[in-house]
């Protein structure tokens, strides 16, 4: 039988597509098998990973965005035989080892002790609220709907936890990651230009305008260089009613990108 | 021209009366700046060179003269020698590289087959090299020792160290001093029960062992109970110093096992998180000073330990100072061991201060409260560099950054992990991208609020800043001084800079790219012409001023 290439696509996509629905779903793994994951990922991951997945640069273990490891299996496999020439090394652990270290990585590493809890509402509401009254997409983009000026949100739900959404959402000063503060820099032309940073080191900046434009900046170019604490982003503790936030939030928490 | 042929000749003739280094060679070796002899350049350990053709007026003319990019990936932390032309150093995962000093152009190449279920806790790193006459000595991932013929890259002997599937390696330069090669173990993170070791250069031979945690009965095991010794760590993975008149050698050595868990291993644990001073020719313990006793986070005292004689509350002095993990800056008398000054460097609140002896008087966190510094602590085991001319000690730290530590009760298993516990680095803002410990992405989403790197310039006879060179991002990156005073070092963000050292002021960058930056950056001088030579990512570079630059001298 020949298949399209379309047609073959969308094989492999219901294929696969069980798998991934059940992963993206942590109820499938036991509180059981996540508590003693988390003393195998303590004993063995932690040192090199860390407590939140993210010692080893460019590689995040609470998204589970994992290309080496799509399915649990891969993962285990992954685990038993190491990465050579990298710095993972192979492990070998016993079977109920395993089960418990795949469930508490694809648990996100177990739930933030200290995360408040936060109600997630219904994701098809949060949208409308999102497109309709939030007016977020004036701000923000998702796929290709929306503006550049602020954070991408294709992936927030990979990215960030239900609770620091919600922060974002009532205190968007107090949960703004540092990375994306408001910058603004006077050459020494006396131009100003105003953007939010997205890469920076000791010499140069990156920052994206509120055009979408791309700008990189050498800092002792500059007459004035000034990064804001402050988030731009309106506060929704008051605009909108705690339904209406836990319906953003859900459907924030269901922007993945494709992750698992 | 003709001055630099003159030079040319007369290190020929050196070179031709020195042979390959010996014994006294490596005593001397601040008196042949050409070269880079041990791990830190002499025996004191100040990674400071007496070459001077570089230097503040003419240090913006260095260019680019070679790179060598290495085809294994992963964090490259070694450090290379220099011998009369030609530059020795590892790469991943145990190979030896013998490369023209001035071209980059390899010799020879060896590779040391390692057993491929090595334990390593932090990436198969290795440190680099010693060399005796003709002789190269590595240390490996599979806790063995090599000597390797320096002309041929042929093997003269390889012997077993210690036990690797129980977790033992060895991934410092090994230190020769006099007729000894001495090593140590690393494994902290796996229980093992290090040492400190001497064998024979000619035929591998073990001479003497200094174990660094004592056996019941034997001197400091009251600092222990029960069966928690044979599980002790006190690993053993950067190089030490030597003081030949003193004829002592001096060891940092690392944390105790379990990492996080005092708990398991009651008492203070000696000789773990201490400085040793050992008679290199029996091995036997003359002094040892603890920086952090019963550790609970994973604080190696595996610094250099920076040998200096100077003037000390008026009266000549041999001192030893040491920026520790723990985020004290030391100073000890090295012939007795007492201690003479302890002061922070960088945020700390472990410990509301030091006693009169040194003893730091701890003040644990509550559960789920930042400690200050982080599980990386202050500073690591980047080198750091001590300028007999400034009188300045530099050490490259990492300031603000805390961490929340938790113990939990750990099952020694041979081989297995034996950490108790774990932490995790306290972000800006809660959930936010933190500076990762092994390897750094491309983009730097963290930020320096989550912490930072600075080079730190310390006025050993107060313990006090003279100034900071500050860094966006943190820095891996050893330290050189030199005569002229000038400073190198890297850093994360990819640049490899040049300070003016009595200043800390930016005198010369030249970028890498995004990398960590992982060496102590060396000098030497070929034919008349001075390099500064480090690496950063998957490059070794050399650089060296351009020609006329050269010639008007």
Request: aromatic residues 10%; neutral net charge; proline residues 7%.
């Amino acid at each position: 039988m020949k298949f399209t290439p379309i047609e073959a696509a969308l094989l492999l996509l219901f294929a696969v597509h069980p798998a991934v629905v059940a992963q993206d779903h942590p109820g499938q793994y036991t509180a059981g098998d996540i508590d003693a994951g988390s003393r195998v990922y303590y004993a063995n991951c932690a040192q090199c990973h860390g407590a939140t997945g993210i010692g080893v640069g460019g590689i995040d273990l609470r998204r589970g965005r994992l290309p080496r490891a799509a399915t649990d299996d891969a993962l285990a496999a992954l685990v038993t035989s190491g990465i050579p020439g990298t710095g993972m090394p192979p492990f070998r652990l016993t079977s109920d080892e395993m089960r418990g270290l795949v469930a508490f990585v694809r648990a996100g590493l177990g739930a933030d002790p200290n995360a408040p809890p936060v109600k997630i509402g219904n994701a098809p509401r949060g949208r409308s609220v999102f497109e309709g009254r939030g007016r977020c997409l004036e701000c923000h983009r998702i796929g290709l709907e929306g503006s550049r000026s602020g954070p991408d949100l294709t992936d927030i739900g990979a990215v960030r936890t239900p609770a620091a959404i919600h922060r974002s959402l009532v205190d968007p000063t107090g949960g703004m990651r540092p990375i994306n503060r408001p910058v603004r820099a006077v050459r020494r032309d006396g131009s100003t230009i105003t953007g939010r940073r997205l890469n920076e080191d000791s010499y140069t900046v990156q920052i994206v305008t509120a055009e979408g434009r791309l700008v990189s900046l050498v800092k002792e170019e500059l007459r004035d260089w000034t990064v804001s604490p402050t988030s731009p982003m309106p506060s929704y503790k008051d605009t909108l009613s705690a339904d209406d936030l836990a319906d953003l939030v859900a459907y924030l928490v269901s922007l993945r990108d494709g992750a698992l | 021209m003709r001055a630099v042929t003159a030079l040319g000749c007369l290190l020929a003739c050196t070179i031709a009366l020195a042979g390959q280094p010996s014994g006294d060679r490596l005593r001397n070796a601040a008196a042949e700046p050409h070269n880079w002899l041990t791990y830190s350049g002499t025996y004191a350990g100040h990674r400071y060179s007496t070459l001077g053709q570089i230097d503040p007026g003419n240090v913006k003319n260095l260019e680019m003269k070679w790179m060598l990019q290495n085809q294994v990936f992963g964090p490259w932390e070694s450090s290379p020698l220099v011998v009369d032309g030609i530059m020795y150093l590892t790469q991943r995962p145990n190979d030896v590289l013998a490369i023209d000093a001035k071209t980059g152009r390899i010799f020879w190449v060896y590779k040391h087959p390692v057993a491929p279920d090595f334990k390593v806790c932090c990436g198969a790193n290795n440190r680099g090299l010693a060399m005796l006459g003709d002789t190269l000595f590595m240390g490996t991932l599979d806790a063995r020792l090599v000597a390797i013929d320096a002309r041929t890259g042929r093997l003269l002997w390889n012997l077993k160290v210690a036990e690797y599937a129980h977790g033992y390696s060895v991934s410092l330069a090994p230190l020769v001093v006099k007729d000894k090669v001495i090593i140590g173990v690393g494994g902290g993170e796996y229980g093992i029960r290090g040492f400190i070791a001497a064998y024979e250069p000619a035929t591998g031979k073990e001479i003497w062992r200094f174990n660094t945690v004592p056996a019941p009965g034997e001197p400091g095991s009251e600092t222990w109970s029960g069966d928690a010794w044979k599980s002790g760590g006190g690993s053993i993975w950067v190089t030490g110093s030597y003081d030949p008149a003193l004829n002592l050698t001096y060891w940092g050595t690392g944390n105790p096992g379990p990492d996080f868990n005092p708990a398991q291993r009651p008492g203070d644990n000696l000789y773990t998180n201490s400085v040793v001073a050992l008679d290199p020719d029996t091995g036997a313990l003359k002094w040892h000073f603890q920086f952090t006793p019963a550790d609970r986070y994973d604080w190696d005292a595996t610094q250099v330990p920076v040998l200096v004689d100077t003037t000390w509350r008026g009266a000549p002095a041999k001192l030893l100072m040491l920026a520790n993990r723990n985020g004290f800056f030391y100073v000890l008398d090295r012939v007795s061991g007492k201690f003479l000054l302890g002061k922070p460097f960088v945020k700390q609140n472990w410990a509301s201060g030091l006693d009169e002896h040194g003893r730091p008087i701890q003040t644990p966190q509550p559960p789920g409260a930042t400690t200050w510094p982080g599980q990386q602590g202050g500073t690591n085991w980047y080198s750091p560099s001590y300028s007999p001319r400034t009188g300045l000690f530099y050490v490259s730290a990492w300031e603000n950054m805390g961490g929340v530590y938790r113990s939990q009760e750990s099952v020694y298993k041979p081989g297995g992990n034996f950490m108790g516990g774990g932490y995790r680095t306290t972000p800006a803002v809660p959930d936010a991208p933190v500076p990762p410990n092994i390897r750094r992405p491309t983009m730097n989403n963290w930020t320096d609020a989550a912490g930072h790197g600075a080079v730190i310039a310390i006025d050993p006879a107060t313990g006090d800043r003279k100034w900071t060179f500050r860094m966006y991002d943190l820095t891996d990156s050893g330290i050189l001084t030199t005569a002229s005073d000038l400073l190198f070092t890297g850093g994360r963000d990819g640049y490899f800079q040049a300070l003016d050292a009595r200043t800390g002021e930016l005198l010369w960058k030249s970028s890498f790219g995004s990398v960590q930056m992982l060496s102590g950056p060396i000098t030497y001088e070929v034919e008349g012409r001075q390099y500064v030579a480090t690496i950063g990512g998957n490059v070794l570079a050399a650089y060296a001023l351009r020609d006329e630059d050269t010639r008007r001298r």
